[in-house]
């Protein structure tokens, strides 16, 4: 795998609603969502956003993810997740999510693993150059 760049990340900072807890704190299955959205900022950081990549007939699927709840988020409370790639190999990328309070308490650890496929034929392929070049490091 590749050393990938310490300054490339996506950020978004949000509020907890109703919608987003269930009697007792913000609900599981929500860390998802905002980590596709963390994801897409970081692809816009990078200088590949996904329409660029579909536009190439690239796609990065999910194979993997999960994510690992260290603190309680509550309706109201602002929260920050950053995403950012952590390995890289010839057609596969994995991106780690961190969550936190804007007061800087941890609130959840997440990733995500991607393998790049040619859209039109549904199968693997080399991650882009161009795209390697944005996130790896040397």
């Not at 609900?27 to 816009?44: G, K, S």
Request: some cysteine; aromatic content about 12%.
């Amino acid at each position: 795998g590749h050393a990938m760049r310490e300054d490339v990340r996506g950020r978004l900072e949000f509020r907890l609603t109703y919608a987003d807890v269930d009697m007792v704190q913000c609900f599981f299955a929500d860390y998802y969502r905002w980590m596709d959205r963390a994801f897409a900022e970081l692809m816009e950081e990078c200088g590949y956003p996904r329409r660029a990549s579909l536009q190439r007939r690239r796609g990065f699927p999910v194979v993997e993810s999960g994510c690992r709840y260290v603190g309680r988020a509550l309706v109201d409370e602002k929260l920050s997740v950053e995403a950012r790639f952590v390995h890289m190999s010839n057609r596969a990328f994995r991106v780690a999510y961190d969550f936190a309070r804007l007061d800087g308490a941890e609130v959840a650890h997440g990733f995500t693993q991607h393998v790049c496929v040619d859209i039109d034929a549904m199968t693997p392929v080399a991650v882009p150059d161009a795209f390697r070049r944005e996130v790896a490091d040397g």
